[in-house]
């Protein structure tokens, strides 16, 4: 069974830095777009990052320039890297894999596996 | 970026009740829309994809409809196992955007 793994948060200085990872098993990061999704305390989901298996990857205008997701295809993990970190980036983030193409035709996107989540706090 | 608005925000709801959540979006997205159920400090599931077709596993009571900028989720018999928060989400253009969620609580 294809399963993800988040890793990596904890309680952050404003204007730090933070790797978030992601371990995934039963199948290729590397084979498949995967994103990270946040979560602040009470609120809503919000997008953060996608990256596909080309290397092209996209980002919620909210993180654009400070956040960057990359993979290690080799150990088979997913990486929130996160710089400059605000108050408001305090979250829940879930790493989770697009749907694969034996399931989803091209050109019908989802997200089917997700983590259990990663907690960053960020106060000084 | 574009707007998903849902409503209701929350709604209550019986045992077998027949509910509907709507998704608008604030441009047309064609049928690039999932839905997403959540319960608390658990992580998002998949229940639809391209706005109608159902993921995997998803009892049949879910269904989705919608194309344009309006979309529907509806839940035919509301099970006791429901009770959780809806989101949708755009994957049509970047950056991806979900909607505010819907809380289907027990009346």
């Known amino acids: 069974d294809a399963q993800l793994v988040e890793s990596g948060g904890g309680l952050m200085q404003p204007g730090g830095s933070v790797r978030l990872s992601c371990a995934a098993s039963?199948?290729?990061?590397?084979?498949?777009?995967m994103s990270w999704v946040r979560q602040a305390p009470g609120k809503g989901l919000e997008w953060v990052a996608i990256?596909?298996?080309?290397?092209?990857?996209f980002y919620a205008d909210s993180v654009k320039g400070r956040f960057i997701i990359s993979r290690d295809n080799s150990k088979n993990v997913l990486y929130l890297q996160m710089d400059r970190l605000g108050v408001e980036d305090a979250a829940v983030y879930y790493c989770?894999?697009?749907?694969?193409?034996?399931?989803?035709?091209?050109?019908?996107?989802?997200?089917?596996?997700w983590g259990q989540g990663t907690t960053v706090t960020v106060s000084s | 970026a574009i707007q998903m608005t849902q409503s209701p925000s929350s709604l209550s709801a019986s045992v077998g009740d027949k509910v509907t959540i709507t998704c608008r979006a604030s441009?047309?997205?064609?049928?690039?829309l999932g839905w997403y159920q959540q319960k608390p400090g658990k992580a998002p599931k998949l229940l639809i994809y391209?706005?109608?077709t159902s993921h995997t596993g998803v009892p049949s009571r879910f269904s989705g409809s919608g194309s344009g900028a309006d979309f529907t989720l509806t839940i035919s018999s509301l099970q006791p196992e429901d009770f959780a928060t809806y989101y949708c989400?755009?994957?049509?253009?970047?950056?991806?955007?979900f909607g505010q969620g819907t809380r289907v609580e027990l009346k």
């Open positions: 391209a706005a109608s």
């Open positions: 441009q047309g997205i064609g049928s690039d």
């Open positions: 990256l596909y298996g080309g290397g092209s990857s």
């Open positions: 989400l755009q994957d049509y253009e970047y950056p991806w955007t």
């Open positions: 039963g199948f290729s990061v590397s084979n498949n777009y």
């Open positions: 989770a894999r697009g749907l694969p193409s034996y399931i989803a035709a091209a050109g019908k996107y989802g997200l089917d596996v």
